[in-house]
């Protein structure tokens, strides 16, 4: 248990720590009361966020934090000493042992909590109401970016239930090999943006001669006959229609493309505007969480508060997605020991083992995640981020591990395999089936991603004053008193209400359409 100086001068998290947190400026040279030990010299300014060793540590010895090691001494430390960089490395090796030995009971089915929203023919529900024009290819980008510029906010007063007119482009869609990793992984992005339930409908646009064809991801994502929809006069009722499928070069080229294109999103406003959001249970929000800009916070307030929001949706029936596979490299054990069987841990183990050979491969090593910003915020190691980054799974049992923009098919718990670079991980998580983000930061943020709404949750309160305009939620009060479980529930609350339609911050700025970035794995031929 977390353990608080009454000066609010520091705050020491788990009984085995060789550090406490800096909640404010540590001097060099002021004496500071320590956990069950005589006051000692800082002897070093320590900012905010950054850890001072609470022990001496000899050089090669672990250094822990969250009651775990985060890497090892590179020389000897003293109490007193700022513990980062400079005296502080990586070492760990993936844990193999005691898989799916600590599987948690399923809990006890929680009920009565719901949200209004748009239940679609396909059973799935939306928390927003758009209509989409995707590219296939990047050679069609311009052309669904103007499709989409002539829905602005004027051309689409007469139909205040749509949310937006949106182009989904991306620098891909040729030059790979067919059903290659790259073709298949755009194919699941495309394919899930456009069965996604906060789409009503939508329209592809292609060229006409490139390796994602049209005919292709129609038939390898079952596109076919999907979200068009024609209301029949009985309300409720719903009949498939072909899916509008535009080649520029079969079309005529560039402007009569968007002239036709056009066309087919004008005829189908009426009935996308006719759409209503009725109540449904909490159990059809599958919710993606994402932590960027992370600080030495992280780990303390916004993140195990949206475990336990991640908990009660889990407990609710709903479906959680955990992602940033990099961000999983040290904190691994925390989920391989709760997975739902020992085929799921090594799913994951599996996917950290392709991440560290992907990385050398390349010179690199998954070390270098955590960033500038991270460092100054206090983060020194990946294993101290990872530490902190997944408690944002709660405590629930780990129920699937699946690739990149997978269709989720269980619920609870899921990991998706991601890197941790947000506008890449959280478009793998909503082409999966995401109709709500939550994005905690703590150097902060200006994400969001259309089609769906990403509240943005503050580490500390400092942040939440400073960008307000971007700011949801303020998780700093954990550090004033507030309890984690009653900064949870608040946070599920707020997760309802932006589901049943609530603006977040990032939608009224406007954020959320240059987002959209799906991974490219391997080479571009």
Not at 202 to 208: D, E, K, N, S
Not at 499 to 509: D, F, R
């Amino acid at each position: 248990m977390a353990e608080q100086s009454d000066s609010t001068a520091w705050i020491h998290l788990h009984p085995a720590d060789h550090c406490v947190v800096a909640l404010r400026k540590l001097n060099k040279g002021e004496s500071v009361d320590l956990p069950g030990k005589a006051s000692v010299l800082v002897k070093k300014d320590i900012p905010p966020g950054h850890k001072m060793a609470i022990e001496s540590r000899p050089s090669g010895a672990p250094v822990h934090k969250y009651g775990w090691s985060i890497g090892v001494a590179t020389v000897d430390i003293a109490t007193g000493d700022h513990l980062h960089d400079h005296n502080l490395k990586c070492h760990h090796t993936l844990d193999y042992e005691g898989l799916a030995s600590e599987t948690p009971p399923a809990p006890s089915r929680l009920s009565g909590r719901t949200f209004q929203g748009y239940v679609r023919p396909s059973g799935r529900v939306g928390t927003r109401n758009y209509i989409a024009v995707i590219s296939t290819v990047n050679c069609s980008a311009g052309v669904s970016r103007a499709v989409a510029r002539h829905f602005d906010q004027e051309a689409l007063q007469a139909f205040p239930n749509v949310d937006g007119v949106i182009a989904f482009t991306h620098d891909s869609g040729c030059g790979m090999a067919l059903d290659g990793i790259k073709h298949r992984t755009l194919s699941r992005v495309l394919g899930g943006i456009a069965k996604h339930p906060n789409i009503a409908a939508y329209v592809l646009i292609g060229l006409g001669c490139e390796q994602n064809t049209l005919g292709h991801l129609q038939k390898s994502q079952k596109l076919v006959s999907l979200q068009g929809v024609r209301w029949k006069s009985n309300p409720g009722q719903v009949e498939t229609q072909e899916v509008p499928v535009l080649s520029i070069q079969d079309t005529g080229g560039t402007r009569a493309t968007i002239d036709k294109a056009v066309g087919l999103v004008q005829a189908i406003l009426p009935q996308v505007n006719a759409m209503v959001r009725t109540d449904v249970p909490a159990s059809e929000i599958v919710l993606a969480t994402k932590c960027g800009g992370s600080d030495g916070y992280s780990g303390i307030t916004a993140n195990p508060a949206l475990g336990i929001a991640s908990d009660l949706l889990v407990a609710h029936g709903g479906t959680s997605i955990l992602s940033e596979t990099t961000e999983l490299y040290g904190a691994e054990q925390l989920f391989t020991k709760r997975a739902a069987s020992q085929e799921v841990a090594k799913k994951l183990l599996d996917k950290l083992v392709w991440w560290r050979d992907y990385t050398a491969h390349y010179g690199e090593d998954i070390d270098n995640n955590p960033s500038l910003g991270n460092k100054a915020g206090g983060l020194t190691t990946i294993v101290e981020k990872s530490l902190g980054a997944a408690v944002k799974g709660g405590q629930s049992a780990l129920q699937d591990v699946i690739e990149y923009a997978e269709q989720t098919s269980k619920r609870g718990l899921v990991i998706m395999d991601a890197p941790g670079f947000d506008p890449v991980c959280v478009t793998g998580m909503v082409s999966g089936g995401a109709n709500v983000v939550v994005f905690t930061t703590g150097r902060g943020s200006c994400f969001g991603c259309k089609p769906v709404p990403s509240l943005k949750v503050a580490t500390n309160t400092p942040l939440f004053e400073r960008m307000n305009d971007d700011m949801d939620l303020d998780m700093g009060t954990v550090l004033k008193g507030e309890s984690l479980e009653n900064a949870g529930k608040r946070l599920f609350d707020a997760i309802l209400e932006t589901a049943s339609g609530k603006k977040t911050k990032s939608e009224l700025l406007g954020y959320g359409e240059d987002e959209f970035t799906p991974w490219a794995i391997g080479p571009t031929l």
